[in-house]
């Protein structure tokens, strides 16, 4: 099945720091990524849909020059947590879709836990 | 904004027993999917219903929906320790450039 990974699994840094976090589609193609932010037992609230070779499209009230999102290629993007607050600690899940067809469904992967001191 | 609220919030039941979570979602859909998440993990997708249909099945897993009331209900039958996880509804809203809205989540605990 298709499979998505993502690095680093987990990060703490010290306030003020920039985080890069990555995900990748390991064994599909995909356009269309998604990034997920998820605070403790809550659900999962959509940030942002990264879309290759343009623009992220964020959601109502995430600031794009915080969250800095690339998808330079059909199977990696990149979401850049800058500056970051101790407010910004949370679960960051992306997602991937698989490219073309009627696929509806999108692939998860594992989360990056991010601490922010 | 979250589109569906599920309840429970939390289902405490014995191994074997079936475990019964409703979603329920505000706008017209195109689809609505079932997700399940491990404590601090990803989330595995478990079943996929579209709104031309009432009732799926996938091995212990049986999903129902009505289009009328806006509400979808997932099943799992005979449960098992394994089966503990939070559950969470998933829709496409109808004309949306096929975005996930989640629900606020079933914490299941499965007893052994």
């Known amino acids: 099945g298709a499979v998505v990974s993502q690095h680093p699994s987990w990060v703490i840094c010290k306030s003020g720091t920039s985080v890069k976090i990555e995900c990748r589609s390991l064994?599909?193609?995909?356009?269309?990524m998604f990034w997920y932010r998820q605070f403790p037992k809550q659900s999962l609230m959509l940030m942002a849909t990264?879309?290759?070779?343009?623009?992220?499209?964020?959601e109502q009230g995430v600031e794009k020059d915080k969250f800095l999102i690339n998808h330079a290629s059909l199977t990696l993007s990149t979401l850049t947590v800058t500056s970051a607050h101790p407010e910004d600690s949370s679960f960051y899940i992306c997602?991937?879709?698989?490219?073309?067809?009627?696929?509806?469904?999108?692939?998860f992967g594992p989360g990056t836990r991010l601490l922010v001191l | 904004s979250q589109q569906g609220e599920e309840d429970p919030q939390a289902l405490s039941i014995q191994e074997g027993e079936n475990a019964t979570m409703n979603c329920s979602y505000k706008?017209?859909?195109?689809?609505l999917q079932w997700y399940r998440q491990n404590s601090g993990r990803g989330l595995v997708h478990l079943i996929l219903?579209?709104?031309?249909?009432r009732e799926k099945h996938s091995g212990r897993l049986r999903v129902t929906l009505d289009t009328s009331k806006k509400s979808s209900s997932l099943l799992i039958t005979a449960s098992r320790a394994a089966d503990t996880a939070s559950y969470f509804c998933a829709t496409v809203l109808r004309g949306s450039a096929r975005q996930l809205t989640f629900g606020s989540g079933t914490q299941l605990t499965v007893l052994p």
């Open positions: 219903i579209r709104s031309n249909e």
């Open positions: 997602s991937a879709r698989v490219s073309g067809g009627i696929q509806e469904t999108q692939y």
């Open positions: 990264s879309n290759e070779g343009s623009k992220a499209t964020y």
């Open positions: 064994d599909f193609q995909a356009t269309t």
């Open positions: 706008t017209s859909i195109n689809n």
